[in-house]
């Protein structure tokens, strides 16, 4: 094998084109059967092997930086700078992440989770190599689809105005997550089909050189281009066009369900996870796609993730044009869906907590100061959400609730679920988002309200005293448990509270509450600093009712163990059942 003796891209720059080439193959066969067994980014890494290998024999990294976009392609790298180890070794496939990791290496320059980012990313090093007179190369890997995305477009915008050296490699494999979608995608196929030579050109359009290269997956293709710009004086783009799961028939089959996966069995490609039971995405496209049905002003809105909420291929097909995929854009999902609702119509956006970090200005801006009454549903808000750092979506309480005029809603169950959604829908007051749980699809037989225009309003589900528990959404059923260990140990039946909303205080029942209650504990599945508990721990700071707040730390968490980071933040009924017997 060559990568058990490669320690750093030197190693590979005495190889012959034959070499190179069996080092490809080499490199795919590692790739099918770690993601294969382990689970992760496959086709995005599949399209890439050849262009990792080709920049590596050509440019001089560390000295030359290369900056890749959303590290969905950075497993190869890996390979390549001294990593080869988790990937050869199936006891060490967790010693190295997903993502690109300056932790992990010199060859890696930013921690690098979400997309359209390495241009801006790689022009910060442009500029400081110029400032500080050092020589080296800079390269923005990118993909076609972060290509869409705002700060890519802004990064090739101010990437020429840097009047030097600044190589930007788009890797066109013709794909998102999904298809792509948006006029540029038009241009990028017609200098596919023209071999690069059509007039009209975006690249050269915003004032870079360029480069065409047909044949993505071929070494030393790669390698005459790749020399023919190094050490360039211009900003200049690299057109290559790659194929997404290539070497694996199944994922370039199907790209879409292979971009990421669990593990799979290599021979069908068939998944080795078995999930029973129902998940919210599939129930909130098939509630949707009933909706749709009877009301055509109602509209499905993606950020470049249809996924999220159920619409897989087929669904999206079924609901037509009532389905709007923006491309990795959410702060254009964000404007439009406030603009949709302007118009009368019925937006519902789905999107993952951690990429609706990237919307603040347009939901406080386009959103909640125009007060259009459009719906956002958040996925992995939640500890049980994805782990890796730049994927973990429990920020999200602190960052929005706090926006004006935004409804914040946090069912408990499924039935609570689709009631809000229902109500949000249906009502035309209010900006709304929905936390969905993250806890498994939780049925209650406890009556839901079917409108919830009356603000802030809690919901009393057990009456008790001396302890009050309010408990957030996934962490109800935390409440409901840690109300039972309270009364089974201490004597003591606690009242538990569900608050539904988290943008909000129920004064008249925290009023009410200093009557009979010593205690009030605060359980949010989130970060703690800024959050949901801190408000009711401020409502009460003149009285003396002891406040306690659980939930998590604000720190950055990676690639954790649940149950770890529970007891870390003293996030189990039995934790919190002594703290308060040693209160009382």
Request: a negative charge.
């Amino acid at each position: 094998m060559y990568l058990e003796n490669i320690k750093k891209p030197e190693d590979i720059k005495s190889f012959s084109s034959e070499q190179l080439k069996n080092l490809a193959d080499e490199m795919r066969e590692l790739l099918i059967k770690k993601v294969s067994t382990h689970g992760g980014h496959f086709a995005p890494n599949l399209g890439m092997v050849e262009a990792t290998i080709a920049l590596h024999y050509v440019f001089d990294s560390p000295k030359d930086k290369m900056v890749y976009d959303v590290s969905h392609q950075t497993y190869c790298h890996k390979m390549l700078t001294g990593r080869a180890y988790g990937f050869l070794d199936e006891n060490r496939y967790d010693d190295i992440t997903g993502y690109s990791c300056p932790e992990e290496s010199e060859h890696d320059f930013f921690t690098v989770g979400h997309t359209s980012t390495s241009i801006s990313l790689a022009s910060g090093l442009v500029k400081a190599r110029e400032l500080k007179k050092e020589q080296g190369n800079v390269i923005a890997i990118i993909g076609d689809g972060s290509l869409g995305g705002g700060e890519a477009l802004e990064g090739l915008n101010t990437a020429v105005e840097l009047d030097s050296n600044f190589i930007i490699i788009v890797n066109d494999n013709d794909m998102s997550i999904a298809e792509n979608h948006g006029g540029l995608y038009g241009n990028l196929k017609l200098l596919r089909d023209t071999d690069g030579k059509a007039e009209c050109n975006l690249f050269k359009a915003v004032g870079l050189d360029y480069v065409f290269v047909k044949n993505g997956n071929d070494i030393d293709e790669l390698i005459k281009a790749f020399n023919l710009v190094k050490d360039s004086t211009k900003p200049v783009a690299v057109h290559i066009c790659t194929q997404k799961g290539m070497g694996y028939k199944p994922a370039q089959d199907d790209r879409e369900t292979f971009h990421w996966t669990m593990p799979f069995d290599r021979e069908t490609g068939k998944t080795l996870m078995s999930f029973e039971g129902e998940d919210y995405g599939t129930l909130t496209a098939d509630y949707l796609l009933e909706k749709m049905k009877k009301d055509e002003k109602i509209v499905a809105i993606t950020a470049g993730t249809p996924a999220v909420m159920g619409f897989i291929p087929e669904k999206r097909k079924l609901a037509g044009k009532q389905f709007v995929d923006v491309g990795i854009s959410e702060e254009t999902a964000v404007a439009m869906a406030s603009g949709i609702a302007k118009g009368g119509a019925k937006p519902v956006f789905g999107v993952y907590s951690t990429f609706m970090q990237r919307t603040y200005d347009q939901i406080a801006q386009d959103l909640c100061i125009n007060k259009n009454p459009a719906t956002m549903v958040v996925f992995c808000a939640s500890v049980y959400g994805m782990s890796d750092v730049t994927h973990v979506g429990f920020y999200d309480i602190p960052m929005i609730s706090n926006i004006p005029e935004l409804v914040y809603l946090a069912p408990t169950s499924k039935e609570e679920y689709f009631a809000m959604l229902d109500w949000s829908i249906e009502q035309n007051k209010y900006p709304v988002a929905i936390r969905v749980p993250e806890n498994g699809v939780i049925s209650s037989d406890r009556p839901v309200k079917t409108d919830y225009s009356e603000l802030n309003k809690y919901e009393v589900a057990q009456e008790g005293s001396k302890v009050a528990i309010i408990a957030v959404g996934s962490f109800f059923e935390l409440g409901k448990k840690t109300a039972c260990d309270i009364q089974n140990k201490l004597g003591v039946k606690p009242t538990l509270i569900n608050p539904i909303y988290l943008t909000g205080l129920d004064i008249e029942l925290l009023e009410n509450l200093k009557t009979e209650h010593d205690i009030v504990i605060t359980l949010e599945d989130g970060c703690i600093e800024g959050g949901f508990g801190q408000k009711i721990a401020s409502y009460y700071g003149k009285d003396s009712m002891k406040v306690l707040n659980y939930g998590l730390k604000k720190q950055l968490y990676d690639r954790y163990d649940i149950d770890t980071v529970l007891k870390e933040n003293h996030l189990t009924s039995e934790q919190i059942t002594e703290d308060i017997k040693q209160i009382l």
